[in-house]
């Protein structure tokens, strides 16, 4: 008797909780939208993947890993990143890295979207001076910003959102 109590206890409370379940995707879509339309209206545009590629382009910028934030490192340099999308399927990432020599470097790396996990993600090691935007698909991180862990997220959220977009094409 008692094990026949459980068991109905546990299915009620299993049935009970599905509709909870099925709510959170909705949910996370609204909160999505939501994120995507205030896009929109900061970067003046109709189109998703213009302004999220604008608001990459501008954490990159506004949060940019520049030699004065670089105290006690031995060489300190800039690193400038900014993101293109050249062809369907393809996210460039351009970075430009200024020793403390003055020599300018440049380096573009190509990232094809299809069949990628299109969620990034970030780290920020203490005692470091700045964040990595990692992705499963590479050794080394994509990106580096100054260490702001709450940029470093938004930047990853981004990204994947991005990814997500491109790959609907």
Known sequence: MLRSFVFTCTAVLALGALPVLAATPALENTERDSYLNQLKQQHVTTSERTALLAQA???LSQHALLRGYQLDQPQPQDFLFSLQLPEPGVLRIREERTGSDGALHIKNRSLTVYGLNPFFDYQ???RQPDC???HESQQTPLLRIVRRPEAAAELAKVL???MRDIQRD
Do not use: D
Request: include cysteine.
């Open 132 to 134: 990595s935007i990692l």
């Open 124 to 126: 920020c090691k203490k």
């Open 160 to 162: 994947s959102y991005l």
């Open 57 to 59: 382009n501008n954490l």
